[in-house]
């Protein structure tokens, strides 16, 4: 269940028993706290600078990469894909990692995802046809569910206003993304990336990607929101993001029009930072990672005078 007004006032009282004070313009989701709360959590250090173009050269070197390995054989729908017992770290028919970061100022969240894909596929049918990634976003790092598309709406007509997760979802390459031409009830032209169940343009969250010898790399600026679409989540030191992203790796054209009448074996793989499957992770948002945001760098130490 989404919360209600009421549950929220009485978490907010709990959290104020428990911390003594709010401090002004922290929203619930956001209240500092130290150290991880889920599993698995990354640190996300305050990056500035970047600029969205597929080139990570506006990235610190010694950015952390957090492996995206966890590949899900979901049938129907997702097969191995020849990854069944591949190290996903090293393997040159797929391996990807994530490096996270922040910028407070611009009040966005940097995701960079570095795939190693031997065969390069892009389709605009479904989520079967193409490679792609996903994002899973919940600014409010709650543990909202739902069981279901809310009052009985379908993947055309539900508002991501209703769900507890954001999935941003990107491809390598132009044209629609997952033949999704209608989402909260309106009609939706091929943008890259989408916003599942609602508009893309309604946020400032943007996607590049870059293609060369056999990686993908995909540039994210990621807007979370308390509320879409008018509440974005305010992004501070010690505040915690709900978050997992998956990699999707199609490497033979399709050749029908749905997941279930592929040959088995070409299959797209389904693979995630977070290890557990426990459903669509639109529909509960207890089943995501977390980013937690760090702290500005420190100061310096003085300089030598000499
Ligand atoms: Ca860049
Ligand atoms: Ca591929």
Not at 142 to 159: C, H, I, L, Q, R
Request: no cysteine; charged share 25%.
């Amino acid at each position: 269940m989404m919360v209600s007004l009421g549950q929220i006032r009485s978490r907010l009282l709990t959290v104020t028993v428990v911390l003594g004070v709010i401090p002004a313009g922290v929203s619930i989701g956001q209240v500092p706290s130290k150290g991880p709360t889920r599993d698995p959590s990354v640190e996300a250090p305050v990056l500035s600078g970047i600029t969205i173009d597929g080139d990570l050269n506006d990235w610190p070197a010694a950015l952390p990469r957090y492996p995206i390995n966890h590949l899900h054989v979901l049938p129907p729908y997702y097969g191995s894909n020849g990854l069944e017992g591949a190290n996903l770290m090293t393997s040159p028919d797929l391996s990807a990692a994530f490096s996270v970061g922040y910028d407070p100022k611009e009040n966005l969240v940097y995701l960079a995802v570095i795939v190693r894909d031997d065969m390069h596929v892009v389709g605009h049918d479904g989520f079967w046809d193409t490679d792609a990634v996903e994002v899973y976003v919940d600014g409010r790092h709650s543990e909202d569910s739902v069981p279901n598309y809310p009052g009985g709406k379908n993947p055309e007509t539900a508002d991501a206003s209703e769900l507890p997760v954001f999935q941003y979802i990107g491809i390598p390459g132009e044209g629609r993304i997952y033949g999704v031409k209608k989402s909260s009830g309106r009609d939706r032209g091929p943008d890259n990336p989408i916003l599942m169940f609602g508009d893309i343009k309604k946020t400032r969250t943007r996607m590049a990607f870059r293609r060369t010898r056999g990686l993908t790399v995909y540039e994210w600026a990621i807007e979370a929101f308390d509320h879409y679409p008018d509440t974005p989540t305010k992004l501070v030191p010690g505040g915690k993001l709900g978050f997992d992203v998956a990699v999707v790796d199609k490497d033979k054209p399709a050749v029908s029009a749905a997941a279930e009448t592929e040959p088995e074996d070409d299959r797209s793989a389904w693979v995630t930072w977070v290890p557990e499957y426990r459903g669509l992770k639109f529909f509960n948002a207890a089943n995501l990672g977390e980013v937690v945001l760090g702290l500005p760098p420190a100061a310096g130490p003085p300089a030598d005078k000499n």
